[in-house]
T-cell receptor, first 114, second 114 residues
Framework: NAGVTQTPKFQVLKTGQSMTLQCAQD?????MSWYRQDPGMGLRLIHY???????DQGEVPNGYNVSRSTTEDFPLRLLSAAPSQTSVYFC?????????????FGPGTRLTVL | DQQVKQNSPSLSVQEGRISILNCDYT??????FLWYKKYPAEGPTFLIS?????DKNEDGRFTVFLNKSAKHLSLHIVPSQPGDSAVYFC?????????????FGKGTLLTVNP
């Protein structure tokens, strides 16, 4: 199993550009989440999904869109990038929603918006 | 408003000694707590967790203690090893909540010196 994979590893955008951060998992996990980590901050939840076709907003959803057309993939879209979106983005997945069930994280995408 | 607080940005210990990482929380609705470990350029990985119905959970060299009345938990690593050098995040789940909606602290950078 590759686990949770994220592409690209690094990306530089100009203000106003759009892009999609890719996330895929091969563990047949129903639950997937996107977090961002800023310097000196913990990870903050952007969006999450409880299964194909079902998504919802987390703590910091503004400026981001998500969709979940398959169990495996959970892309994060930036429609018009802003410097405030410069961050490291982590995708995570879990088999069940129970608190005691481990979330597996991808290696992250480092995004810089100029 | 930081609901999960890790007030020590960094901690340095000697190999073989005990490492104690602290975490405080303000939301009394949290009932499950987790510690994640993160190496540079990698995603966080689950380390150990504890339910609010317990006051201690042990897994090998790692022990987590929970003091509900003080809203405080700590992670003890004994003995510390150089490979333990990483950022440690404390995270919490609300009562009735789900593992895909974690609230993280800012993290503590642990350095274990040989």
């Amino acid at each position: 199993n590759a686990g949770v994979t994220q592409t690209p590893k690094f990306q530089v955008l100009k203000t106003g550009q759009s892009m999609t951060l890719q996330c895929a998992q091969d563990m047949n996990h129903e639950y997937m989440s996107w977090y961002r980590q800023d310097p000196g901050m913990g990870l903050r939840l952007i969006h999450y999904s409880v299964g194909a076709g079902i998504t919802d907003q987390g703590e910091v959803p503004n400026g981001y869109n998500v969709s979940r057309s398959t169990t495996e993939d959970f892309p994060l879209r930036l429609l018009s990038a802003a410097p405030s979106q410069t961050s490291v983005y982590f995708c995570a997945s879990s088999l069940t929603s129970g608190s005691n069930n481990e979330q597996f994280f991808g290696p992250g995408t480092r995004l810089t918006v100029l | 408003d930081q609901q999960v607080k890790q007030n020590s940005p960094s901690l340095s210990v000697q190999e073989g000694r005990i490492s104690i990482l602290n975490c405080d929380y303000t939301n009394s609705m949290f009932d499950y707590f987790l510690w994640y470990k993160k190496y540079p350029a990698e995603g966080p990985t689950f380390l150990i967790s504890i339910s609010s119905i317990k006051d201690k959970n042990e897994d090998g060299r790692f022990t987590v203690f929970l003091n509900k009345s003080a809203k405080h938990l700590s992670l003890h690593i004994v003995p510390s090893q150089p490979g333990d050098s990483a950022v440690y995040f404390c995270a919490a789940v609300r009562s009735g909540g789900s593992n895909y909606k974690l609230t993280f602290g800012k993290g503590t950078l642990l350095t274990v010196n040989p």
